[in-house]
């Protein structure tokens, strides 16, 4: 009987590794924020009954979004040194845009901030949308 206990923590000490932080926070029109194991691994998905499309890989750091338009700025990952915290990617993902297997290239970028700023008149984005979610540790 006193081997239980010492059966169930050894269990517990060793699956503890298989334990993750998985982080999955709704934008909107089944986009998501999505983690698997750390801030790091941020990305933005689309999600449906069907699965899961990656649209932003990692490491996605700051999302603003409304009913238009989703906008992000990543790090682009470079392995296995992770994120490059020097170079700074934009995206807008317009909203009206059909997400699909065969149509997965619904994000408008990298854009540098010259090219979102211009993008952003070009597509009469308003100035209320700004980046209202932003993850400090892998900005």
Known sequence: ?????VFFYCILFFSTG???HEYKKPLCNNYFLYAYAADEDMCIIYADKYGAIDIIGPTVFSVGY??????AKQ???IYPE???THITNYFIIALNTPVSWKNQN??????NE???IEWKQKLKIADT???????????
């Open 18 to 20: 298989c334990l993750r």
């Open 1 to 5: 009987m006193k081997q239980l206990p």
């Open 75 to 77: 790090h682009p990952a």
């Open 114 to 116: 010259k090219q979102f």
């Open 129 to 139: 949308l700004h980046f209202s979610i932003t993850f400090d540790d892998v900005k």
């Open 66 to 71: 409304d009913k238009n338009y989703i906008i």
């Open 106 to 111: 619904v994000a408008m970028g990298p854009l």
């Open 82 to 84: 992770r994120e490059n």
